[in-house]
């Protein structure tokens, strides 16, 4: 008899407890699970997203060919113009739109995106340069640091660039040994004292990764042509029917007679004015490596020099043509090269062209780019404030 009370007291214990299970498992299925707690935070993005145009398509070009075809001023005469038509920059995709994707890929939050069907959004305010984010506050850390990630990556440089002719005994030693970068105020020295004569300066503002030229020129101006105008003398006015002619026309007898002599025309000259340029046009595109010493840089410099301009004869009226042309320097250089930060390096393109000869090298003139990158904004950043 015991034993079968404690049989019913033990199965009725079981059915209890599995009874109670049974309820929690139930209570715990029809709870719905809690949702993350979502945090709005606004963040400053202007500088982040402005978008950095490259401006490869409006830079211009000197043609040594056409500089002396010209066509412009006075008397029908012309221009040679030193710059290709300038075309505009388009940007087709926002920096907002950029920026908006870069998150969306980059942070998965717990509440997923809107635009994935979720929670969290973000929004712009381009006019103020503000971003809006309602996401988790693990959301809100990554986004943080992507933020000052390209904050990080944000580098201005600035590319001098110097076209010179350099002593050719120290030309000829430097490429020879292959010494094209002068890291030592010695050898920076040395290299200045090789140069003989500066053909142009160009100095440059950009950012890490941009494309941007800039040209500096002077337009001389002076005779190309000259138009001779002939001034012819007034003929004498015919006489009036039935008037008796003058005396001296009266013929006395049938010898032929001289012409009396006329007074000699009026001369005159129209001016074709022309112009050359001498100037420096400088393309480049820097990318700085990540450790901030290096710079890979494409680039294509080019000069113009004027050598020899000359001037009308006036006396004789003799205009600047044919044998007489002002004798232009001309030179293009382009490629890829690794510069050092802060390290003068040079680049050199071998003989120049004329424009009197542009299919021949003038070996009398060798010119040579001096470059030189620098940084500038300070490595870390702007100083912490106290």
């Known amino acids: 008899m015991t034993r079968y009370l404690l049989l019913a007291t033990l199965l009725a214990l079981l059915l209890s407890a599995a009874a109670a299970l049974a309820q929690d498992v139930a209570a715990t299925t029809d709870q719905e699970p809690k949702p993350p707690e979502m945090i709005l935070k606004t963040y400053y993005v202007s500088d982040i997203i402005h978008v950095i145009p490259d401006f490869g ?8 060919q056409d500089m002396l075809s010209c066509t412009g001023y006075g008397g029908g005469g012309g221009s040679g113009a030193l710059f290709a038509p300038v075309t505009t920059v388009e940007t087709t995709i926002s920096g907002t739109e950029r920026l908006k994707e870069l998150i969306e890929r980059v942070v998965r939050p717990e509440a997923a995106w809107e635009s994935a069907g979720g929670t969290s959004t973000l929004e712009f305010y381009d006019r103020v340069g503000l971003m809006a984010v309602n996401t988790t506050a693990q959301a809100h850390a990554q986004i943080e640091k992507l933020l000052a990630d390209l904050r990080a990556q944000t580098v201005a440089l600035q590319v001098d660039v110097q076209a010179v002719e350099l002593d050719p005994a120290f030309a000829a030693d430097t490429f020879a040994k292959g010494r094209t970068q002068f890291w030592t105020p010695e050898d920076q020295q040395a290299l200045r004292k090789a140069v003989t004569r500066t053909l142009g300066l160009a100095s440059l503002s950009l950012f890490n990764g941009q494309r941007v030229w ?13 138009t001779p105008i002939v001034v012819a003398p007034e003929s004498p006015a015919p006489p009036a029917p039935g008037a008796t002619p003058p005396a001296e026309s009266v013929k006395t007898d049938t010898a032929p007679q001289q012409a009396p002599p006329q007074p000699c025309p009026g001369t005159a000259y129209d001016p074709v004015i022309s112009w050359l340029v001498d100037g420096l046009i400088v393309d480049v595109k820097p990318t700085l490596s990540a450790d901030r010493a290096t710079v890979t840089m494409d680039y294509r410099l080019e000069c113009s020099r004027v050598l020899n301009a000359q001037h009308l004869d006036a006396d004789n009226a003799r205009p600047i043509v044919g044998p007489g042309l002002p004798r232009v320097l001309g030179d293009a250089s382009m490629g890829t090269a690794l510069l050092l930060v802060n390290c003068p390096t040079l680049l050199s393109s071998g003989s120049a062209q004329t424009a009197s000869e542009p299919d021949k090298k003038d070996p009398a003139f060798q010119v040579h780019y001096i470059v030189t990158v620098r940084l500038a904004t300070p490595q870390g950043g702007p100083p912490a404030k106290k």
């Not at 800039?214 to 000259?226: K, L």
Request: glycine share 4%.
């Open 57 to 64: 398509e409006t830079v211009p070009r000197t043609n040594l």
């Open 214 to 226: 800039r040209s500096t020129g002077t337009h001389i101006a002076y005779v190309s042509d000259v």
